[in-house]
């Protein structure tokens, strides 16, 4: 048995072993709870996601419609010089929010101006009512595409965590604590075997002794 050439047959390294098992169970318990618990937020956010794709892909799908009936209105030409120069600026911030371990971040826009007109690059004369439509729409939908790309890198993230998380609860569940589980029942089985040996030959000798004490012989 490839045990016996590898652990030391003692009561100390049985003891070690022992509470390194209970160390592993006790961790093991607490990777299952954390990988439960992340797949309860994982599921909640895989629902946002679902939405939050709905959503936009609608908005787009309408300020695409509304660009082409533009498009159609105005000269290429035209179309391109009022989109040219934007009024309007947006800076972003990026921060992290820990979710059981998992640092996932959090997208903050804010634009220069708060004035809403700001969003129309152009005169209102020259240009359809439509691309106004347009704008307006992409602009409303902004604020939704960020917080999908917010929550689409979170279910990233968590997705990677769940799956490192069940790797280790199977290496402890069906390789490490088994392994150390045989190790322990051998040791135990080992420290026996030398026990009843040496109340064997304790019992021998024990018989000697009385034999030359009291002079018998067989």
Do not use: C, W
Request: aromatic fraction near 6%; charged fraction near 30%.
């Amino acid at each position: 048995m490839a045990t016996s050439s590898t652990t030391n047959m003692t009561r100390m390294e049985l003891t070690r072993l022992k509470h390194r098992l209970k160390t592993a169970r006790r961790g093991h318990k607490l990777l299952k709870d954390k990988r439960d618990e992340l797949m309860k937020q994982f599921l909640t956010i895989v629902r946002l996601n679902k939405e939050l794709r709905i959503n936009v892909e609608e908005a787009l799908m309408k300020a695409h419609a509304s660009f082409t009936v533009a498009s159609a209105l105005m000269s290429p030409n035209m179309l391109e010089q009022a989109l040219l120069y934007p009024k309007q600026s947006v800076s972003l911030n990026v921060q992290y929010q820990n979710i059981m371990s998992v640092n996932v971040p959090v997208f903050e826009f804010k634009t220069r101006s708060e004035d809403p007109g700001e969003i129309f690059p152009y005169g209102f004369a020259m240009t359809s009512g439509e691309l106004d439509t347009a704008v307006d729409a992409l602009s409303r939908v902004f604020q939704d595409m960020l917080k999908l790309a917010e929550v689409e890198k979170t279910t990233q993230l968590l997705a990677e965590e769940i799956e490192k998380t069940r790797r280790r609860v199977s290496a402890l569940e069906y390789v490490m604590i088994p392994n150390m589980m045989e190790k322990i029942r051998y040791i135990s089985m080992k420290l026996e075997e030398n026990e009843r040996g040496n109340i064997t030959r304790l019992m021998k000798v024990k018989d000697m002794i009385l034999k030359e004490a009291h002079g018998y012989q067989d």
